[in-house]
Nanobody, 123 residues
Framework: VQLQASGGGVVQTGGSLRLSCAASEGTFSYYTMTWFRQAPGKEREFVATITWSSGFTVYADSVKGRFTISRDNAKNTVYLQLNSLKPEDTAIYYC?????????????????WGQGTQVTVSS
């Protein structure tokens, strides 16, 4: 599946953004969708996931209570609402997809990736 991420930008501390990731296939509902991020000089890290079957969500501790992942299967799109942003949230955010996968926080579990969208939080 091809993925197109968008919605990044520059915001001040405490601000909000909504990221979107649009998928090319009509079988989107069968994909577990996950957001990762990578800050300069750091490894790619798990942010949030939403499963294909039940829409079960899991978050990294660092974003729990501030970020919300959701999906609209009719629009083949997954969203990541980012609230109460902090400078340490600055990173390139990537969406990833895996067919009929359960909860998986490792980037190695995903074959399909979007191109990334830059989020910059200024202090």
């Amino acid at each position: 599946v091809q993925l197109q991420a968008s919605g990044g930008g520059v915001v001040q501390t405490g601000g909000s953004l909504r990221l979107s990731c649009a998928a090319s296939e009509g079988t989107f509902s069968y994909y577990t969708m996950t957001w990762f991020r990578q800050a300069p000089g750091k490894e790619r890290e798990f942010v949030a996931t939403i499963t294909w079957s039940s829409g079960f969500t899991v978050y990294a501790d660092s974003v729990k209570g501030r970020f919300t992942i959701s999906r609209d299967n009719a629009k083949n799109t997954v969203y990541l609402q980012l609230n109460s942003l902090k400078p340490e949230d600055t990173a390139i955010y990537y969406c990833a997809a895996a067919l009929r996968l359960g909860v998986a926080k490792s980037s190695n579990s995903y074959n399909d990736w979007g191109q990334g969208t830059q989020v910059t939080v200024s202090s």
